[in-house]
């Protein structure tokens, strides 16, 4: 894989602990790879990332992987908070607003070479490969509806939840109830939080926990129809924790 370094970003520091556990997918919402390449290097925007693909597929080194780049900013996952220091931050040349609005095949394909590069050499499982929605679902959305997660998810690069046997499914029911977690919302905010999410502002007002939802729905229920969506997303979750819950 061909690697770019004509182009640095000073925006990086030490990072706080040695494991990288996260790769964590951005996209620019710049105009073309050009404005993201300076706004990346500037000193004076305070943000980076480890790499840049731009909408040919060429993918830019800015910051080494041994440094901690500014690309996740406050953010959270499974009670940690300093993602920038455990993770590799990818920027994809993409924004909603201009013409560089689609993921075409050159981008994706680069992208997933460099997933598996990355995912391979630091043992990151796909759990682990998260979009900047994920670690902060109240404050971002990219990578975006349009990101296609269903292509990664053919490569193993998207958690996939085992069907789940009808017996675990019944006791956990039993269980919820005994713990007077009733509502199908809270045991979906139980589970979310299990499964890493910060559910904090979500648990109080509604439209915080439909964001939570919609960043859930659209990395892993990008292809259902929206017909009873809300309770497929249930039964997703469920497979979702109970496969966690057998595995982790
Ligand atoms: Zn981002």
């Known amino acids: 894989m061909k690697l770019i370094h004509n182009f640095k970003s000073p925006n990086f520091n030490r990072r706080k602990y040695n494991k990288i556990e996260f790769i964590i997918i951005h996209y620019t919402a710049l105009k073309n790879v050009n404005e993201s390449i300076k706004f990346l290097c500037n000193k004076k925007n305070k943000v980076s990332s480890h790499y840049l693909i731009s909408q040919n597929g060429e993918i830019y080194n800015l910051v080494s992987e041994k440094y901690r780049a500014w ?74 509806v349009k990101f296609p997660w269903h292509t990664l998810k053919k490569n193993n690069l998207v958690f996939n939840p085992k069907i789940i046997n009808f017996y675990l499914v019944f006791s956990l029911r039993k269980w919820f109830k005994l713990q007077n977690i009733r509502s199908k919302k809270s045991i979906m905010i139980f589970m ?57």
Not at 94 to 109: A, C, M, Q, V
Not at 216 to 231: D, T
């Open 192 to 248: 979310l939080a299990y499964i890493g999410y910060d559910i904090s502002l979500g648990i109080n007002k509604k439209s915080n926990f439909n964001l939570l939802l919609k960043n859930y729905q659209n990395h892993y229920l990008q292809r259902y129809s929206k017909k009873n969506l809300y309770k497929k997303t249930y039964k997703f979750i469920e497979r979702h924790f109970c496969t966690l819950l057998l595995t982790k």
């Open 71 to 144: 690309h996740a900013g406050v953010s959270y996952w499974a009670s940690k908070t300093d993602i920038n220091s455990i993770s590799i931050g990818i920027e994809l040349d993409f924004s909603p607003n201009y013409k560089n609005n689609i993921y075409g095949t050159k981008l994706i394909n680069s992208l997933i070479k460099l997933l598996k590069k990355i995912a391979k050499k630091y043992k990151i499982n796909n759990h682990n490969i998260l979009g900047h929605s994920d670690i902060a679902p109240y404050r971002k959305i990219d990578p975006g």
